[in-house]
Structures are given as structure tokens and as C-alpha cells.
């Protein structure tokens, strides 16, 4: 019998808030826990049922299927995106190959707790020898790069983890504080439109933010900028999760049949 998932979740839950392994210091316990509850919030549809939409002259049936296995490459292995896109595959009845070389203890233990909590090898670890179907990335631009100049099949890429901000004149002195922060793409001293054209083209799209009085300015941004998240006079915060949508993780079939 195939594990249900809303059990795999509540169990996964009581397991990492229970683990010494997620009790360290560099590591929020609160972070991990949230993401488990937001996918816990999520209905599960449709990737294990067939819908069905009756029409006075077919019948649609909108099937989903998974696409197989992942080969998954996290920048620096981060843990959230690493329990998210674990939490993804396993919803929608994916498996994983996870290239690991940081926090290598972390995501083993996630690893292990998930697929003895499925009663199956969903997941595995720096397994380069098994096939595999689909190749995803998730971080900045430049680790996607990275990974697409060795890779032979496309890549489903996930920017996460970088900030891109734009400083105007007189909020200059921001800079000071995020210099030295290499998660941080600092846009200062040239046009909001040159800005925006190298932040859409070069950047993640994951999370971008604009220090400016001039509301027009504010209004041009958010129209034109590709992130995911868009932040206002004020830093990015460092709690932005991915908030994967699944149907990337699956095949969709419409199958329409006359009545």
C-alpha cells in the first residue's frame, strides 16, 4: 500500500520537533516546522485522483502523473529549500537524488526519517550511478549556471536565497549595512530601468526590494520586476520560502471523450 501523505506530514512533524539533529543553533527549529504546516495546509488534490468534468457533449478527464525521479542540486544545501523540495516530491509521488556537500548530517536525517516514514526509498543521497528523469536547481543565478554548463538534459530552476536591491540617491547609506553580505546584489548609481533590466536578466527572480520616496518609481518596479518577492523600503527577510507550486513536479493529460 502507497504511504499517505497528510500521515507522512503529521509524523514528519512530531519527528523533527522531537530531533536533536534540528535543535542546533544554526538552524531554526520554527523555519522547518512552518514550511511542514503550510504544505500540511495545502489540500494534497490532485496528484493522486483523476478529475472528471462532464460537459453536455464529452467527458474531460484531467489526469496527473508524476515525472519520475529528480536530481536535485541545492545551493550550499540549504536545509529549508532542501525539507521543500522533499515535501514537493513526496506530494506528488516524485523520487529524489540529492547531491549533498554541505550539512551533509541535516539532510542524511531528513533523508532517512522521511523514507522511513513512507515505508519506501523516496530519496537518496550523491547516488550518481541510478537514472534519473528531471534535473532541478535551486539558489542563485550563477550556481544554476554553473550546474547547466555540465548538465545534458534541461533544468526546472528555482531561484531562492538571493536579494537583489535597488538604492536610490537617498538611501545610499543603506549599503552599509547588507556590503559584505554575499546573498546581496546591490544596484546603486544607475538608472531604476538599467537596474531593473540586469536584476530580470541576471538575477534569481526569487526576491528583490527598492529604497526609494518617489511612488511613481515604487509603481514602475512592481510592474516590472520578474521576483518572486518584492519588498518596499526595507530589507528582504531572511523567512522567504519558496512556496513551490506542485504542478512543476508533475505531467497533466487531458483526455476529452465523446458522449
Same mark, same amino acid.
Given at each position: 500500500?502507497?504511504?499517505?501523505?497528510?500521515?507522512?506530514?503529521?509524523?514528519?512533524?512530531?519527528?523533527?520537533?522531537?530531533?536533536?539533529?534540528?535543535?542546533?543553533?544554526?538552524?531554526?527549529?520554527?523555519?522547518?516546522?512552518?514550511?511542514?504546516?503550510?504544505?500540511?495546509?495545502?489540500?494534497?488534490?490532485?496528484?493522486?485522483?483523476?478529475?472528471?468534468?462532464?460537459?453536455?457533449?464529452?467527458?474531460?478527464?484531467?489526469?496527473?502523473?508524476?515525472?519520475?525521479?529528480?536530481?536535485?542540486?541545492?545551493?550550499?544545501?540549504?536545509?529549508?529549500?532542501?525539507?521543500?523540495?522533499?515535501?514537493?516530491?513526496?506530494?506528488?509521488?516524485? %523520487?529524489?537524488?540529492?547531491? +549533498?556537500?554541505?550539512? $551533509?548530517?541535516?539532510? /542524511? @536525517?531528513?533523508?532517512?526519517? =522521511? *523514507?522511513?516514514?513512507?515505508?519506501?526509498?523516496?530519496?537518496?543521497?550523491?547516488?550518481?550511478?541510478?537514472?534519473?528523469?528531471?534535473?532541478?536547481?535551486?539558489?542563485?543565478?550563477?550556481?544554476?549556471?554553473?550546474?547547466?554548463?555540465?548538465?545534458?538534459?534541461?533544468?526546472?530552476?528555482?531561484?531562492?536565497?538571493?536579494?537583489?536591491?535597488?538604492?536610490?540617491?537617498?538611501?545610499?547609506?543603506?549599503?552599509?549595512?547588507?556590503?559584505?553580505?554575499?546573498?546581496?546584489?546591490?544596484?546603486?548609481?544607475?538608472?531604476?530601468?538599467?537596474?531593473?533590466?540586469?536584476?530580470?536578466?541576471?538575477?534569481?527572480?526569487?526576491?528583490?526590494?527598492?529604497?526609494? %520616496?518617489?511612488?511613481?518609481? +515604487?509603481?514602475?518596479? $512592481?510592474?516590472?520586476? /520578474? @521576483?518572486?518577492?518584492?519588498? =518596499? *523600503?526595507?530589507?528582504?527577510?531572511?523567512?522567504?520560502?519558496?512556496?513551490?507550486?506542485?504542478?512543476?513536479?508533475?505531467?497533466?493529460?487531458?483526455?476529452?471523450?465523446?458522449?
Amino acid at each position: 500500500m502507497d504511504y499517505v501523505v497528510s500521515k507522512v506530514l503529521i509524523d514528519l512533524y512530531k519527528n523533527i520537533e522531537n530531533n536533536d539533529v534540528f535543535k542546533d543553533e544554526a538552524i531554526s527549529l520554527e523555519k522547518l516546522l512552518d514550511i511542514i504546516k503550510k504544505y500540511m495546509e495545502k489540500q494534497n488534490p490532485v496528484y493522486t485522483v483523476i478529475e472528471q468534468t462532464t460537459l453536455k457533449t464529452s467527458v474531460i478527464t484531467k489526469t496527473y502523473y508524476p515525472k519520475g525521479t529528480f536530481k536535485v542540486y541545492i545551493e550550499h544545501n540549504d536545509i529549508y529549500a532542501t525539507l521543500e523540495l522533499m515535501i514537493a516530491l513526496m506530494m506528488t509521488r516524485n %523520487k529524489g537524488i540529492f547531491i +549533498v556537500d554541505e550539512n $551533509i548530517g541535516v539532510v /542524511n @536525517s531528513l533523508i532517512k526519517i =522521511i *523514507n522511513k516514514l513512507a515505508e519506501k526509498e523516496i530519496f537518496s543521497m550523491n547516488d550518481n550511478i541510478s537514472f534519473f528523469d528531471e534535473i532541478l536547481c535551486v539558489g542563485s543565478k550563477k550556481f544554476y549556471n554553473e550546474i547547466l554548463n555540465f548538465s545534458y538534459k534541461d533544468i526546472i530552476y528555482f531561484g531562492y536565497g538571493e536579494y537583489d536591491v535597488y538604492l536610490t540617491e537617498q538611501f545610499e547609506n543603506k549599503q552599509e549595512k547588507i556590503k559584505d553580505d554575499p546573498n546581496y546584489n546591490i544596484y546603486i548609481n544607475i538608472s531604476l530601468s538599467e537596474a531593473l533590466v540586469k536584476m530580470n536578466e541576471f538575477g534569481s527572480n526569487f526576491t528583490s526590494a527598492i529604497f526609494t %520616496k518617489d511612488e511613481n518609481e +515604487v509603481k514602475y518596479f $512592481i510592474e516590472k520586476c /520578474n @521576483s518572486k518577492n518584492i519588498y =518596499i *523600503n526595507m530589507f528582504p527577510s531572511k523567512k522567504c520560502y519558496l512556496d513551490l507550486d506542485l504542478n512543476n513536479f508533475v505531467k497533466i493529460q487531458n483526455i476529452i471523450i465523446s458522449k
